[in-house]
T-cell receptor, first 114, second 110 residues
C-alpha cells in the first residue's frame, strides 16, 4: 500500500522563478494538505484541498496556489520565488475528517531558492 | 500567543530514563491531539493520538491530556538512542485544521 508520494525530492530554483510540487495521497485518502517547514521550525499550514477545491487556507500569500485533481493528487505552485521560500514542503493526506486519524505525511520536497 | 507551544529543547536524557515532552495550546475548542516524531531530514511520523482527558498508553509511549489546563504531554519510558528525534505536538483546532508546535528536540544518550 503506497503511502504519500511527493516529487521531486529536491529542487533548486532562482529567485523570481516559479515552481510546481506534486503529491499523490495515500491510497483511499481524499484530502490533501500542504505544509511548509523551515529549518528548525514546525510545519506551517499552507492550504487544504478536498473534492478538488481549496477548503481552507493558512496565512500564506497568493503566490502560493494549488490544485487537486479528480484522482485526489495535488500540486502546489509558488510564483515569484523569494529566498525565504526555501524550506521543506510537506504534503499530508487524510481520509475526510482528520479528527480521528490525523495526517499521513509524504517525505517532502526540499526547495532551495538561490 | 502561539496556537501550539512546545519547549524547543534540546532535551537530553540517559538511556533507560523517562523522557517527558510538554505542549500547551490556546484554543479551548481543540478536539484532538497528536504527537509526531521527526528524524532529522525526514518527514513527521504519527506516534500517538489522544482525544479525551486522561492517559493513553501505547507500548513505551504515554500521552496525557488535560483540556482544562490546555496541556498535552508525551512520556517515553525506557528511552532508547533510537528515540532521539524532534517531537512535534499537533492540535486539531477544528474540523480540518491542524496546527503544529515548533517541536522539541530529544537526545537519548547511551
Amino acid at each position: 500500500d503506497a503511502g504519500v508520494t511527493q516529487s521531486p525530492t529536491h529542487l533548486i530554483k532562482t529567485r523570481g522563478q516559479q515552481v510546481t510540487l506534486r503529491c499523490s495521497p495515500k491510497s483511499g485518502h481524499d484530502t490533501v494538505s500542504w505544509y511548509q517547514q523551515a529549518l528548525g521550525q514546525g510545519p506551517q499550514f499552507i492550504f487544504q484541498y478536498y473534492e478538488e477545491e481549496e477548503r481552507q487556507r493558512g496565512n500564506f500569500p497568493d503566490r502560493f496556489s494549488g490544485h487537486q485533481f479528480p484522482n485526489y493528487s495535488s500540486e502546489l505552485n509558488v510564483n515569484a520565488l523569494l529566498l525565504g521560500d526555501s524550506a521543506l514542503y510537506l504534503c499530508a493526506s487524510s481520509l475526510g475528517d482528520i479528527f480521528l486519524y490525523g495526517y499521513t505525511f509524504g517525505s517532502g520536497t526540499r526547495l532551495t531558492v538561490v | 500567543q502561539k496556537e501550539v507551544e512546545q519547549n524547543s529543547g534540546p532535551l537530553s536524557v540517559p538511556e533507560g530514563a523517562i523522557a517527558s515532552l510538554n505542549c500547551t495550546y490556546s484554543d479551548r475548542g481543540s478536539q484532538s491531539f497528536f504527537w509526531y516524531r521527526q528524524y532529522s531530514g525526514k518527514s513527521p511520523e504519527l506516534i500517538m493520538s489522544i482525544y479525551s482527558n486522561g492517559d493513553k498508553e501505547d507500548g513505551r509511549f504515554t500521552a496525557q491530556l488535560n483540556k482544562a489546563s490546555q496541556y498535552v504531554s508525551l512520556l517515553i519510558r525506557d528511552s532508547q538512542p533510537s528515540d532521539s528525534a524532534t517531537y512535534l505536538c499537533a492540535v486539531n483546532i477544528w474540523a480540518n485544521d491542524m496546527r503544529f508546535g515548533a517541536g522539541t528536540r530529544l537526545t537519548v544518550k547511551p
